[in-house]
């Protein structure tokens, strides 16, 4: 059974930073692409960053590039949003997704191509 555990939401400040992790289990981690996407209501889901298997390839969001990093750690099974600079556009649930198949950064960069899905984690910039 997969399973994303995210966390390292919370309120911040405009300016501010907050580092999102996602725990992944019932996978082989480093067999799978991550990524992160977010959500705000009203909205559909928007890709936000992925990271192929052995991080050597990453993709943005042109709203968030410079300003957010995705990693990961394949000995931790876990993937890393940092986040810097954070304006209050970025308020949204962020989704951690994980990707069964083959790195693909034009299906993500129109919120698709990932397997399996995380609850997610508030993320709320105040002005």
């Known amino acids: 059974q997969v399973q994303l555990v995210e966390s390292g939401g919370g309120l911040v400040q405009a300016g501010g930073s907050l580092r999102l992790s996602c725990a992944a289990s019932g996978l082989t981690f480093r067999n799978y692409a991550m990524g992160w996407f977010r959500q705000v209501p009203g909205k559909e889901r928007e890709f936000v960053a992925a990271i192929n298997w052995s991080g050597g390839s990453k993709l943005y969001a042109d709203v968030v590039k410079g300003r957010l990093t995705i990693s990961r750690d394949n000995d931790k099974n876990t993937v890393y949003l940092q986040s810097n600079s954070l304006k209050p556009e970025d308020t949204a649930v962020y989704y951690c997704?994980?990707?069964?198949?083959?790195?693909?950064?034009?299906?993500?960069?129109?919120?698709?191509?990932?397997?399996?899905w995380g609850k997610g984690t508030l993320v709320t910039v105040s002005s």
């Open positions: 997704a994980a990707d069964d198949a083959y790195y693909s950064g034009s299906y993500y960069l129109r919120g698709g191509g990932m397997d399996y």
